[in-house]
């Protein structure tokens, strides 16, 4: 569930943004910014579905996620590949967000 949560609210999260960003700089209609603010709004919702103590360590651990998401958006959406050092970059930070999300906490 948590990895299904957090995909979901990449892809919101990143639709969100993207709306304002049609708007601002690709000159799109204003219009863009309804299903822009639903979508980011979604978003939040989407990350109270992970179970995790703590709002601050789910949405660190979030990061490395929404880097993948955004690369894999650059590329569908965007027609832009991502090149090797996007691909590294990615791996280290879902290196780093398995490790914020699953390691071991005393208690």
Known sequence: MTALAYLAAALAEIAGCFAFWAWLRLDKSVWWLAPGMASLAL???LLTLVDAEHAGRTYAAYGGVYIVAAL????A???AKPDRWDLIGAAVCL????II???????
């Open 95 to 98: 290196g780093g967000a398995a």
């Open 43 to 45: 978003f939040a919702y």
């Open 77 to 79: 959406v965007e027609g």
């Open 101 to 107: 999300l699953f390691g071991p906490r005393g208690s």
């Open 72 to 75: 894999l958006w650059l590329w």
